[in-house]
Protein backbone atom coordinates (compact mmCIF):
# COMPACT_ATOMS: atom_id res chain seq x y z
CA UNK A 1 0.00 0.00 0.00
CA UNK A 2 1.27 3.69 -1.49
CA UNK A 3 0.48 6.61 1.23
CA UNK A 4 0.57 9.92 0.33
CA UNK A 5 0.78 12.77 2.96
CA UNK A 6 0.53 16.84 3.16
CA UNK A 7 1.96 17.64 6.25
CA UNK A 8 1.16 14.85 7.79
CA UNK A 9 -2.05 14.22 6.72
CA UNK A 10 -2.86 11.40 4.81
CA UNK A 11 -3.72 12.49 1.49
CA UNK A 12 -4.19 9.35 -1.04
CA UNK A 13 -3.27 5.71 -1.15
CA UNK A 14 -3.38 3.30 -3.69
CA UNK A 15 -2.39 -0.65 -3.36
CA UNK A 16 -1.02 -3.16 -5.56
CA UNK A 17 -2.03 -7.01 -5.28
CA UNK A 18 1.02 -9.86 -5.46
CA UNK A 19 2.63 -10.42 -8.43
CA UNK A 20 0.61 -14.18 -9.24
CA UNK A 21 1.40 -15.61 -12.76
CA UNK A 22 2.94 -12.21 -13.94
CA UNK A 23 0.17 -9.93 -13.20
CA UNK A 24 -0.74 -7.62 -10.22
CA UNK A 25 -3.80 -5.23 -9.95
CA UNK A 26 -3.59 -1.73 -8.67
CA UNK A 27 -6.06 -0.94 -6.35
CA UNK A 28 -7.80 0.48 -4.34
CA UNK A 29 -7.07 4.18 -5.10
CA UNK A 30 -8.87 6.47 -2.95
CA UNK A 31 -8.38 10.44 -1.91
CA UNK A 32 -11.06 11.98 0.29
CA UNK A 33 -13.31 14.70 -1.57
CA UNK A 34 -11.35 17.42 -0.10
CA UNK A 35 -8.36 16.91 -1.19
CA UNK A 36 -9.14 15.80 -5.15
CA UNK A 37 -7.34 17.60 -8.19
CA UNK A 38 -4.35 18.27 -6.82
CA UNK A 39 -2.39 15.01 -8.00
CA UNK A 40 -1.89 13.15 -5.51
CA UNK A 41 -3.47 10.01 -6.24
CA UNK A 42 -1.79 10.41 -9.75
CA UNK A 43 1.26 9.95 -7.71
CA UNK A 44 0.60 6.85 -5.41
CA UNK A 45 -0.77 5.26 -8.34
CA UNK A 46 2.74 5.87 -10.51
CA UNK A 47 4.28 4.52 -7.38
CA UNK A 48 2.04 1.36 -6.68
CA UNK A 49 2.29 0.37 -10.40
CA UNK A 50 6.36 0.97 -10.05
CA UNK A 51 6.20 -0.83 -7.57
CA UNK A 52 4.57 -4.00 -9.08
CA UNK A 53 6.65 -3.86 -11.79
CA UNK A 54 9.84 -3.57 -9.76
CA UNK A 55 8.21 -6.92 -8.22
CA UNK A 56 8.63 -8.80 -11.40
CA UNK A 57 4.82 -8.02 -12.96
CA UNK A 58 4.99 -8.42 -16.37
CA UNK A 59 1.13 -7.41 -16.60
CA UNK A 60 -0.43 -4.19 -14.20
CA UNK A 61 -3.83 -3.81 -14.48
CA UNK A 62 -6.74 -1.93 -13.11
CA UNK A 63 -10.55 -1.27 -13.42
CA UNK A 64 -12.17 2.06 -13.08
CA UNK A 65 -15.68 3.20 -13.60
CA UNK A 66 -16.91 4.16 -16.80
CA UNK A 67 -18.74 7.14 -15.25
CA UNK A 68 -15.63 8.86 -13.55
CA UNK A 69 -14.03 10.78 -16.65
CA UNK A 70 -11.60 12.65 -13.84
CA UNK A 71 -10.02 8.74 -13.67
CA UNK A 72 -10.00 7.52 -16.66
CA UNK A 73 -8.00 10.76 -17.98
CA UNK A 74 -5.17 10.07 -14.93
CA UNK A 75 -4.40 6.60 -15.78
CA UNK A 76 -4.12 7.34 -19.34
CA UNK A 77 -1.55 10.28 -18.65
CA UNK A 78 0.28 7.32 -16.38
CA UNK A 79 0.54 4.97 -19.70
CA UNK A 80 -2.70 3.07 -18.82
CA UNK A 81 -4.45 1.73 -22.06
CA UNK A 82 -8.22 1.08 -21.91
CA UNK A 83 -8.64 -2.84 -23.43
CA UNK A 84 -12.00 -3.61 -22.58
CA UNK A 85 -15.34 -2.17 -21.21
CA UNK A 86 -17.73 -4.56 -19.14
CA UNK A 87 -20.93 -5.17 -17.01
CA UNK A 88 -21.36 -7.34 -14.38
CA UNK A 89 -24.95 -7.88 -14.00
CA UNK A 90 -25.88 -9.30 -10.49
CA UNK A 91 -29.58 -9.83 -8.49
CA UNK A 92 -30.02 -8.96 -4.79
CA UNK A 93 -32.99 -10.14 -2.80
CA UNK A 94 -35.44 -7.40 -1.38
CA UNK A 95 -38.31 -7.54 0.46
CA UNK A 96 -41.63 -5.95 -1.04
CA UNK A 97 -42.87 -3.14 0.81
CA UNK A 98 -43.93 -3.03 4.98
CA UNK A 99 -45.99 -5.95 5.22
CA UNK A 100 -42.22 -8.17 4.94
CA UNK A 101 -41.76 -10.57 7.94
CA UNK A 102 -38.35 -12.39 8.86
CA UNK A 103 -38.73 -15.91 9.75
CA UNK A 104 -36.64 -16.22 12.51
CA UNK A 105 -35.58 -20.02 11.31
CA UNK A 106 -34.49 -18.34 7.64
CA UNK A 107 -33.76 -14.87 9.02
CA UNK A 108 -34.95 -14.00 5.40
CA UNK A 109 -37.51 -12.23 4.61
CA UNK A 110 -41.03 -14.07 3.19
CA UNK A 111 -41.98 -12.20 0.95
CA UNK A 112 -38.94 -11.13 -1.26
CA UNK A 113 -38.10 -9.92 -4.77
CA UNK A 114 -35.50 -9.83 -6.95
CA UNK A 115 -33.66 -7.08 -8.70
CA UNK A 116 -30.89 -6.36 -10.84
CA UNK A 117 -27.80 -4.74 -9.90
CA UNK A 118 -25.49 -3.92 -12.83
CA UNK A 119 -22.45 -2.18 -12.69
CA UNK A 120 -19.98 -0.90 -15.61
CA UNK A 121 -16.51 -0.61 -15.74
CA UNK A 122 -13.25 -0.33 -17.53
CA UNK A 123 -10.07 -3.14 -17.63
CA UNK A 124 -7.23 -1.19 -18.28
CA UNK A 125 -3.44 -2.07 -19.02
CA UNK A 126 -0.60 0.07 -19.11
CA UNK A 127 1.47 0.51 -22.20
CA UNK A 128 4.34 2.22 -21.04
CA UNK A 129 4.70 3.48 -17.20
CA UNK A 130 4.67 7.47 -16.69
CA UNK A 131 6.90 7.77 -13.80
CA UNK A 132 7.59 11.70 -13.58
CA UNK A 133 3.98 12.30 -12.32
CA UNK A 134 4.31 13.05 -8.80
Known amino acids: MRLRED ?30 GRGYASGVTAAATAHALAQGATEVLLHTDLAHPTGNSIYQQLGYRPVEDCLTVGFRRWAFGAGARYSQSQRTPSRQGCRAVATRWTQWWPSRVNSSVS
Not at 16 to 25: C, D, I
Open 7 to 36: GGTPVAMAGNSPVNAGMSRIGPVRTPGERR
